[in-house]
């Protein structure tokens, strides 16, 4: 009689739980310490609440965005710096039409715009903040990207 082998069946369920996890956006970071937005509707909220638009370029597959989450979930200083803001998530891949219109070119990348739409500029060069950390707890990354939130809104508070 031939033996049963539940291990090739469980490699196999494995294998395809990873491939729908990728194609359907299936992740380990469904719940988010701060609300993300639609386009549309993060800049409604952004022109009623007279706050800037962060507008996060990402993509599930990016071991670095999924760093910044981690770090996200984990640090109250970032979460209260990304408060101070409505966060716009674009899908690097999904949507890269709507990401290459914002001028990004990878993920992890964080574009600033005033709530008309119109990008931020900071001593004349747009403020935008590429990449973060190739792991999670880097206390380095995570102050250089709160620094440069900072920046941005010092520099609206003082339009």
Known sequence: MKEKRPLPIFAMA????????IFFG?????????KFYSLEEGFKVAKMENKLVLVYIHSDTCYVCRAFLEDLSKYEDLQKTFEKFVVVKVDFLTERALAVKFGATG?????????????????????VYIGYAGSPDDEK???????????ALESYDRR
Request: net charge negative; charged share 20%.
């Open 107 to 127: 993920t992890p990348e964080f574009h600033v715009f005033y709530p008309n739409g119109t990008p931020m500029k900071i001593n004349g060069v747009r403020a």
């Open 14 to 21: 494995l294998v395809l739980f990873g491939v729908a996890a």
């Open 26 to 34: 299936v992740n380990e970071y469904e719940e988010y310490p701060i």
């Open 141 to 151: 990354a995570r102050k250089s990207l709160i620094s440069f939130l900072e920046t």
